[in-house]
């Protein structure tokens, strides 16, 4: 019955396809537009604090490094295990099949990779009736994280799964907005949890396009803005009072966990982020709020 509650919840949700307008024109007051320059190319947000482009990486990394261990204990505590069923819905969108090359991106504890190969499996093994086929042998998944911490603390998970002697996955560490595979070489792209904490945005959703087959889809899962006024209020102490002291309680470390919660809200909303996606290039992007919009799934192709 807790399950069953818990999927109506993680799957209460609003489609929206977008027909996006054109970029807002720029402001006519130079001095305005001037000072809008400069804190776009030589600062960025790090929760609510502002401090300079090159430090926001470092900053970030030391926040994964600090909750690695942590990491899936905490998602389990502040998203009540929902965050599994988001996964899930992550995974059945982007609809995985035998052959496939797939690129996971701050995917690095494994989630997102793990069910991407077993959907693969799952798929391969109906058609041909357990057989392992050529095609399935041909399926490379790459889990790709700027952190190396939490990439070992992938390939623990994926030896404790017995994942060990699967050649189809690959551990890369690397940047979202740099990335090292050649261009149109993926078949599907993921990032879940991650790309708001990125410095640039437009250059990870720039080397996804890149990356991607014509015919690929780009899906990210990601915690956004809710849009239902008197659960907005209550989701704001909780994030603001609960996450942090849960963070301090359970981690040992509450800075980390008002950064996160302050990245939230920095993070642009479910239209904004939808219309990058489309200034990246992609096309049919659309998006499905989650439970209320705590968390949205953005997706487009490249046609």
Same mark, same amino acid.
């Given at each position: ?83 599994? $069923? ?31 190969? &077993? ?14 086929? +050529? ?9 790709? +994280? ?13 030896? &404790?799964?017995?994942?060990? +002697? &699967? ?37 990870? $959703? ?29 989701? +704001? ?24 919660? &302050? ?41």
């Amino acid at each position: 019955m807790a399950l069953r509650a818990s999927r109506r919840l993680a799957s209460c949700s609003s489609h929206r396809r977008l027909l996006l307008p054109s970029q807002a024109q720029a402001s006519c007051n130079p001095t305005v537009a001037a000072a809008s320059a400069f804190l776009h190319s030589h600062a960025t947000s790090f929760g609510y604090k502002q401090v300079r482009e090159e430090e926001k990486s470092r900053l970030v990394g030391n926040v994964f490094s600090s909750v690695a261990s942590s990491y899936d204990l905490m998602n389990d505590l502040m998203s009540v295990g929902l965050h599994r $069923l988001w996964k899930d819905r992550l995974v059945s969108k982007l609809n995985p099949f035998p052959g496939m090359k797939h690129l996971d991106v701050a995917g690095g504890t494994g989630d997102v990779a793990f069910r991407v190969l &077993e959907r693969v499996k799952s798929v391969g093994h109906r058609a041909m009736q357990g057989t392992l086929t +050529d095609t399935e042998e041909d399926t490379h998944i790459y889990v790709c +994280d700027i952190n190396p911490n939490m990439l070992n603390v992938g390939k623990k998970r994926a030896t &404790e799964r017995g994942y060990n +002697d &699967e050649h189809c996955l690959s551990w890369i560490q690397g940047d979202a907005e740099a990335l090292s595979f050649e261009d149109e070489s993926m078949d599907g792209y993921t990032i879940a949890f991650g790309i708001r904490n990125v410095t640039h945005i437009e250059k990870a $959703l720039s080397e996804a396009y890149r990356v991607l087959k014509r015919g690929g889809r780009f899906l990210c899962l990601e915690l956004s803005h809710v849009d239902v006024p008197v659960f907005k209020q209550i989701y +704001d102490v909780y994030s603001f009072s609960v996450v942090p002291t849960m963070g301090e309680l359970v981690a040992g470390d509450r800075q980390s966990y008002q950064y996160l919660v &302050e990245s939230i809200r920095r993070f642009p909303n479910q239209e904004k982020f939808a219309q990058m996606i489309q200034e990246a290039g992609f096309e049919r992007v659309e998006y499905e709020n989650l439970v209320g919009g705590v968390v949205a799934i953005h997706s487009g192709l490249k046609l």
